[in-house]
């Protein structure tokens, strides 16, 4: 067993492990594909996404705002259907109104009280700002991909939260929904990880990219984890 009394800084993902993204993803989307008569299973739903959102993040650098629209545009192209500007600009748009897991705010809060706290999120800096009062913690840092300038799994973001936080890697435990985006890039700079296995539609992996690795710690959610630190 991982010995959680041994760090003094967590990190988190955001969007999938403290947020219900996939609800919101759901509430966005499905809409626009029911208005040009579109039908597509969840899982398919979330795989699609997960592709057409990594492939938007290769590259030159987009704000995340406009990843996701080009999301939109992608399911259009996918599925043949034309979307119109407020449909592809609804799903960024829909970020303020994504909620969190009811398990999110309690953990949280249990964990602030024994550790310094850190978001490290694949987002904009005004998109968490409008997430960030749902979290019901002030977080000790808040490093996204637009302050690095790159998405996760980039080293890049990682390192910025290191310089940040000013944790060292054996005292830092990163928090993640995703395998691809959190727990592979982590633990290649010797962080430990947890990964938040969250049930899905698409098993392992939800919205994000499939991967397979191995976290030092698996946990359904994250009051599981608040109760293993306590």
Same mark, same amino acid.
């Given at each position: 067993?991982?010995?959680?009394?041994?760090?003094?800084?967590?990190?988190?993902?955001?969007? /999938?492990?403290?947020?219900?993204?996939?609800?919101?993803?759901?509430?966005?989307?499905?809409?626009?594909?029911?208005?040009?008569?579109?039908?597509? #299973?969840?899982?398919?739903?979330? $795989?699609?996404?997960? =592709?057409?959102?990594?492939?938007?993040?290769?590259? @030159?650098?987009?704000?995340y705002r406009d990843v996701l629209q080009s999301?939109?545009? /992608? *399911? =259009? @192209?996918?599925?043949?259907? !034309?979307?119109?500007?407020? @449909?592809?600009?609804?799903?960024?748009?829909?970020? #303020?109104?994504w909620l969190p897991f009811p398990d999110t705010? $309690?953990?949280?809060?249990?964990?602030? +009280? %024994?550790?310094?706290?850190?978001?490290? !999120?694949?987002?904009?800096?005004?998109?968490?700002?409008?997430?960030?009062?749902?979290?019901?913690?002030? *977080?000790?840092?808040? &490093?996204? #991909?637009?302050?690095?300038?790159?998405?996760?799994?980039?080293?890049? &973001?990682?390192?910025?939260?290191? @310089?940040?936080? =000013?944790?060292? %890697?054996?005292?830092?435990?990163?928090?993640?929904? !995703? &395998?691809?985006?959190?727990?592979?890039?982590?633990?290649?700079? =010797? &962080?430990?990880?947890?990964?938040?296995?969250?049930?899905?539609? %698409?098993? /392992? +992996?939800?919205?994000?990219?499939?991967?397979? /690795?191995?976290? $030092?710690?698996?946990?359904?959610?994250? %009051?599981?984890?608040?109760?293993? #630190?306590?």
């Amino acid at each position: 067993m991982l010995d959680l009394t041994r760090f003094k800084v967590l990190t988190f993902d955001c969007y /999938g492990t403290m947020i219900d993204w996939e609800t919101g993803i759901f509430s966005a989307l499905r809409p626009i594909l029911a208005a040009h008569k579109k039908s597509i #299973a969840d899982s398919a739903l979330l $795989e699609m996404y997960s =592709g057409l959102e990594a492939s938007a993040e290769q590259g @030159e650098f987009l704000r995340y705002r406009d990843v996701l629209q080009s999301v939109v545009r /992608g *399911f =259009g @192209e996918r599925l043949g259907f !034309s979307p119109s500007a407020a @449909e592809v600009r609804s799903l960024p748009d829909s970020l #303020a109104n994504w909620l969190p897991f009811p398990d999110t705010v $309690e953990a949280l809060r249990k964990l602030k +009280s %024994r550790y310094q706290l850190a978001a490290i !999120s694949n987002v904009d800096d005004d998109l968490f700002a409008a997430t960030a009062p749902k979290l019901g913690v002030a *977080f000790n840092h808040v &490093i996204t #991909a637009q302050q690095a300038a790159c998405y996760k799994p980039c080293m890049k &973001i990682f390192k910025l939260a290191e @310089e940040r936080t =000013g944790a060292t %890697r054996d005292q830092w435990l990163h928090v993640g929904q !995703s &395998i691809y985006h959190d727990v592979i890039p982590a633990q290649s700079l =010797g &962080i430990a990880t947890v990964w938040v296995n969250r049930p899905s539609p %698409r098993p /392992g +992996s939800g919205a994000a990219k499939a991967a397979a /690795g191995k976290p $030092e710690l698996e946990v359904p959610d994250l %009051r599981t984890l608040a109760e293993l #630190a306590s």
